[in-house]
């Protein structure tokens, strides 16, 4: 189950309080000051770890907390080191402060790690006190607290290519035909309740990452359908794959009018995710009139629509050669 959004508060450990001893043994019964220092408390930490791929562990539980240090001790003991707690987010997870929803870090790539709530630092001891004119120190620092915090945290899935489309546009399937993922593929709107991920592989070793997105419909942008809560994930896409049903006679809408209406949606989310490339391709050609549909469509916005049939298995490697160069010229300029 894909989580991609969590509330959690965070503490790091408080430092130990320093100690007040003196040093007592047989024939020396004024052996002075020897209180040790606190230990420091554990830091939290966030690290991005390949392999992690939801927010579930951090939606059941809500609260972070890592070890406080140890009191000092006499004989100059110095407290024990609070362990450290270390959170293994999803690569592609938001920090935010939730109470100043300032972006603290965008753990974009795994091995990224940032600390969260800095340790409090252990206190110190009256040993550290003594002095030729003040033998009998009886003074001593408490260890300072641990930094706390609320942060919320929101996943943007990170795929190559991101496929959108009308509801029943043939995503889902096209997405099992391409990649080892199962997604839900049923006759109804909104089969896919979550974004789905699929590893597509090619020839000479080459693969790519793509996301079927939850179908959106018209005021996905303002929470119709389900089409606000995963437009973010493909924000961090580097081409869209746009996907039109040009073959079912109970469409909701012509193809064309679809194709306006996700164009227009996308832009009202985000001007930056609309300027991405997008590779424009008609669905479910193998059903009677389809190739005349996709013609038309091509014609009517003006830039070239490969015709496809996710089930038969027309046209899918074209596209598949089409989108990895498209990606490769994304990364590219992404180096630029």
Partial sequence: MLVDRAEIYVRAGNGGDGCVSFRREKFIPKGGPDGGDGGDGGSVYAVATAGVDTLLDFAGRHHWLAQNGQPGMGKKMFGRKGADLTLQLPPG???????????IKDLSTAG????????????????????ADHQTPREF???????????????????DAGIVGLP?????????????????IADYPFTTLQPQLGIVQLSD????????????????????GLGDAFLRHIERTRVI?????????????PPIEA?????????????????????????????????????ALSEAIGKEVL??????????????????GMIRRAKEEATV
């Fill in 93 to 103: 997870t938001l920090i935010y402060d939730r109470d100043t929803n300032i972006l």
């Fill in 112 to 131: 990224e790690r940032i600390c969260i709530a800095e340790a409090g630092k252990g206190g110190k001891g009256n040993a550290r006190f003594a002095r």
């Fill in 141 to 159: 620092e408490a260890g300072t607290p641990g930094q706390e915090r609320w942060l919320r945290l929101e996943l943007k899935l990170i795929a």
């Fill in 168 to 184: 029943n546009a043939g995503k889902s399937t096209l997405l099992s035909r391409l990649s080892a993922a199962r997604p839900k």
């Fill in 205 to 224: 070793h080459r693969r790519f990452v793509l996301a079927d997105i939850p179908g959106l419909i018209e005021g996905a942008h303002e929470g119709a």
């Fill in 241 to 253: 794959l746009h996907v039109i049903d040009v073959g079912s006679e109970w469409t909701a809408m």
């Fill in 259 to 295: 194709y306006r209406t996700i164009r227009a949606e996308l832009a009202k989310y985000s001007p930056q995710l609309a300027e991405k490339e997008e590779l424009v391709v008609a669905n479910k050609i193998d059903l009677t009139g389809g190739r005349e549909a996709a013609e």
């Fill in 307 to 324: 015709p496809v049939s996710a089930v038969s298995g027309i046209g899918l490697p074209i596209m598949i050669e089409r989108l990895w």
